[in-house]
């Protein structure tokens, strides 16, 4: 595979901005849904979706909860710092460090940073008698590490929640309002870390996924916190010349065992998943090979197309549940870079739930990686059908061409 021939001008398409959706539908489940399988395309509400998903198959989900990422500081000068947290360095889990209640060090964008010539500045705790300082200490590369400290015995997570803004994608071009805390968020969300929504998932009510469950569907869940860099356009004209981000995931070896033992196909519901779920293959396979031991596994951006790729997938679960119980672990913890592009060979994944993408996005290689070239049909009948695009816009369930069946059964 040549992906030094992969030109991103490829993927390329018309986006007319009345077509981005602003703002949320009333009702999460009354989004439009296209269905593609075998080549055919059926417009569906998503409510319909528990009928589209058959007993017998696997759906996971992405958990994570967006945090209020955007902290703004004001200068004695009146200008403007917004600080944009994007994961935590010190302490480095994220859970520890939303516990913190004095103080903690996160990596982050900074706004204005050329005018931040203050050591320190400092802001006003809302609700509390408490304030919030924040610490320039080191620069790499385009981020900041920055050092939080606070008075009072809140823990940091309820530092952000009162002091920082939901972190809408900034292709919206407006301000974040109340309605984004609630509806740029899954009804699941649980573990907090991501600066960007899951979006496949806004779609869900408690109602569908108990209805899906019922059908016989088995549901599980995976944690992947999406950073800043999934709206990083691809800037280069060859996609191995780009820099994807890394992304920290964990999953649980309950999960691993049902992949192991499917019965039926497995549906990522969002690209965050699929990238989790693949690539947990190849942390299988990077075991096998004896090149992970007892450290935090990693997958590279390009190494899924230069792994050996005879490993079956029940082969890959196995090496990881040996390595977890040699380990006494019941989580797995890892990292991933991974950059899903065509010609990439999908292990683990049927079908797919997402929304329609930006033109020329790694997201956009991705959906084009799972069905080929008709991506352009999919993304011509929904622009041509009055589909809503981007995060707050409607869906789409792809299945693979390689996949055994398509969802509903055919008359």
């Known amino acids: 595979m040549n992906l030094s021939k992969i030109s991103i001008s490829d993927f390329n398409y018309e986006l007319p901005e009345e077509r981005i959706a602003k703002y949320p539908l009333d009702q999460r489940e009354l989004s439009k849904l296209l269905y593609y399988c075998n080549s055919n395309i059926t417009e569906y509400t998503f409510k319909q979706i528990p009928s589209l998903i058959t007993a017998g198959n696997l759906l996971v989900f992405n958990n994570t909860k967006v945090i209020q990422a955007r902290i703004l500081f004001k200068r004695p000068t009146g200008a403007s710092i917004e600080i944009f947290l994007l994961e935590p360095s010190n302490p480095s889990d994220y859970a520890i460090s939303f516990a913190a209640e004095e103080s903690c060090r996160w990596i982050c964008l900074v706004g204005n940073l050329k005018r931040w010539k203050e050591k320190e500045l400092t802001i006003e705790v ?35 929640e009162l002091c920082g803004r939901i972190p809408i994608p900034p292709y919206l ?4 309002e109340q309605v984004d805390k609630i509806r740029y968020q899954t009804v699941y969300a649980k573990s907090e870390g991501s600066v960007a929504a899951p979006t496949a998932g806004l779609h869900f009510t408690p109602e569908l996924i108990n209805n899906i469950i019922k ?24 996609v191995n010349e780009h820099e994807m981000h890394s992304e920290y995931f964990y999953a649980s070896r309950g999960l691993i065992e049902k992949i192991l033992n499917k019965r039926g196909n497995i549906c990522s519901v969002g690209t965050t998943t699929i990238r989790t ?19 935090m596994p990693q997958i590279g951006q390009w190494e ?9 997938l029940r082969e890959s679960m196995n090496s ?60 011509q009948y929904a622009l ?10 409607d869906s789409s369930l792809l299945v693979r061409e390689t996949s055994s069946n398509c969802f509903e059964e055919e008359e």
């Open 215 to 238: 059908n016989g569907v088995e549901t599980d869940y995976i944690t992947l916190h999406v950073g800043a860099g999934t709206f990083k356009p691809v800037k280069n004209e060859f």
């Open 320 to 379: 990881i549940l040996t390595w977890m119980s040699h380990n006494k672990l019941e989580i797995i913890e890892a990292n991933t870079q991974i950059c899903i592009v065509p010609g990439y060979k999908f292990k683990v994944v049927d079908s797919l739930i997402t929304n329609f993408h930006q033109p020329q996005s790694t997201l956009l290689l991705l959906i084009s990686a799972f069905i080929g070239t008709k991506w352009k049909d999919v993304y």
């Open 126 to 160: 809302p609700e509390t008698p408490f304030s919030l300082t924040a610490k320039k200490l080191q620069t790499q590369g385009e981020s900041v590490e920055v050092e939080f400290t606070w008075n009072g015995s809140l823990s940091f997570a309820r530092i952000v």
């Open 304 to 312: 899924p197309y230069s792994l050996p790729n005879r490993l079956s």
């Open 173 to 176: 071009n407006r301000n974040d």
């Open 277 to 295: 779920l693949e690539s947990l293959h190849w942390i299988g396979v990077k075991i096998k090979l004896g090149q992970i031991n007892n450290t």
């Open 384 to 393: 041509e059908n009055n589909f809503r695009f981007l995060s707050y816009g």
